[in-house]
């Protein structure tokens, strides 16, 4: 099946400073990759449309300073919280669609990046 | 904009008690349905999907959800539980074309007792 791996599975910050969080499609490639974020015993919530060479597409209410966000090949995306604070810590998901579907197809889930920020 | 409603946050069942998770959905158009899984720790697994077609889906590990159009409804059902099927359950949709990020309902705590 399709595999998709995020990493760091956890990583812990100071406040202030940038962390990078990577999504990859292991064995098929994604143009468009999703990026969510789960507080605690709360729901997914979608951040962010990322695609392969081009911006990526933002929620509402979602900074795009903040949460920076690079799709530079069909396989990698990337997500930057930029000058972490204590509130931007969460659960953060991203997914990805194989290219190889057509029409309406499932999108494969990584397995979460548990940032805290203290 | 679609919205998700996930009736029950906590369900507590017995081992073999049959299952049903409600969830209703609130969009016009053409939409893809999917129920996913949570195990404490772990990653989001998908259930079961519907996309078009017959509208009783059967998924893994024994679960299977019924859409109906008219109710904007895509309940999950399991006629007997296990205790392995302690988990969160996430309904979720987008819509027809399937090229959106997904919309996901709260979610339901599901807590089987030996």
Redesign the interface.
């Known amino acids: 099946g399709a595999v998709v791996s995020q990493h760091p599975s956890w990583v812990i910050c100071k406040s202030g400073t940038s962390v990078k969080i990577e999504c990859r499609s292991l064995d098929f490639q994604a143009t468009t990759m999703f990026w969510y974020r789960q507080f605690p015993k709360q729901s997914l919530m979608l951040m962010a449309t990322s695609n392969e060479g081009s911006k990526a597409t933002y929620e509402q209410g979602v900074e795009k300073d903040k949460f920076l966000i690079n799709h530079a090949s069909l396989t990698l995306s990337t997500l930057t919280v930029t000058s972490a604070h204590p509130e931007d810590s969460s659960f953060y998901i991203c997914s990805a669609r194989d290219d190889r579907g057509r029409g309406a197809t499932e999108a494969f889930f990584g397995q979460g990046t548990r940032l805290t920020v203290v | 904009a679609q919205s998700v409603s996930q009736h029950n946050h906590h369900v507590i069942l017995s081992e073999a008690a049959s299952l049903e998770l409600g969830c209703n959905y609130s969009y016009g158009g053409t939409v893809?349905l999917?129920w996913?899984v949570q195990y404490p720790g772990?990653?989001?697994q998908?259930l079961l999907?519907y996309?078009?077609g017959d509208p009783l889906v059967k998924g893994i590990k024994g679960f299977e959800a019924e859409f109906i159009k008219s109710k904007f409804s895509f309940n999950l059902r399991k006629p007997s539980v296990q205790w392995s099927d302690t988990a969160e359950y996430?309904c979720a949709v987008n819509s027809?074309?399937?090229?959106?990020?997904?919309?996901?309902?709260?979610?339901t705590h599901l807590i089987i007792q030996p």
Do not use: I, P, R, V
Request: avoid cysteine.
């Open positions: 893809n999917f996913y772990q990653h989001l998908l999907k996309f078009s996430f027809g074309g399937g090229a959106d990020g997904l919309t996901f309902g709260k979610g």
